[in-house]
């Protein structure tokens, strides 16, 4: 699974768009990236993946470039509950086996 | 759904003692991954089973963890006899081990080895 890079760290004022980056300039073309994040004490959970066209759910977005090599979740209105470390992770999509956890973004949505 | 469900949410033991983890994964997934979060090494895969297999024990520390999957429902990680080093959360995930293969996680289990 290709390597991803995330910012240590991000603050965010509540109610406004957090845009959250990640470079992976490895990925190869199979390769799906995937969001998790993790509030405190609680079990990491699923936000979104994409492969190379850009992804909306009901919890985020996901813009890629159009080399791949990057991608940024947003979170169009942070709310207080949004802060939580964001891991990014790319890997083969339906492949088995577990998902390797960087470092993460610890963004905190301060009001 | 109930999600995954993993007992006891805290354990606090002494060393040299057994400590048994329990999970029990989203009803109609295949996989099941057990995974340990420590502040040092951050989150890591410790085994996962397929279809009720162990596919990957790599992860497992050493000779005193183990892993059981006796039925597609229930699982179980026990550590015999436990250290002071083995303290740490420990989550069980579920998979449909297909497509997206989007892992949900349990609430964990918070580890404390005295």
Avoid at chain 2, 55 to 72: L, Q, T, V
Wanted: charged letters at 20%; one cysteine or more.
């Amino acid at each position: 699974d290709a390597k991803t890079t995330q910012p240590p760290s991000m603050d965010c004022a509540e109610g406004r768009a957090a845009n959250l980056p990640c470079n992976h300039s490895t990925i190869s073309g199979n390769e799906y990236v995937y969001w998790y994040r993790q509030i405190h004490s609680q079990g990491p959970q699923y936000i979104i993946h994409g492969l190379k066209n850009n992804e909306t759910n009901e919890m985020a977005s996901l813009i890629i470039t159009e080399d791949r090599k990057s991608s940024t979740l947003i979170l169009p209105h942070a709310t207080l509950r949004d802060t939580a470390v964001y891991y990014c992770i790319v890997r083969v999509r339906g492949s088995q086996g577990n998902l390797i956890f960087g470092k993460g973004t610890k963004l905190s949505v301060k009001p | 759904d109930a999600g995954v469900i993993q007992s006891p949410r805290h354990e606090v033991t002494e060393m040299g003692q057994e400590v048994t983890l329990r999970c029990k994964p989203i009803s109609g997934h295949n996989s099941l991954f057990w995974y340990r979060q420590t502040m040092m090494r951050g989150l890591e895969l410790l085994i996962y089973f397929n279809n009720n297999v162990p596919i990957d024990d790599s992860g497992m520390p050493e000779d005193r963890f183990s892993a059981k999957m006796p039925n597609a429902s229930f699982s179980t990680l026990k550590i015999q006899p436990s250290e002071p080093r083995d303290s740490a959360v420990y989550f069980c995930a579920s998979s449909l081990g297909t497509g997206p293969d989007t892992q949900y996680f349990g609430p964990g289990t918070r580890l404390t080895v005295l």
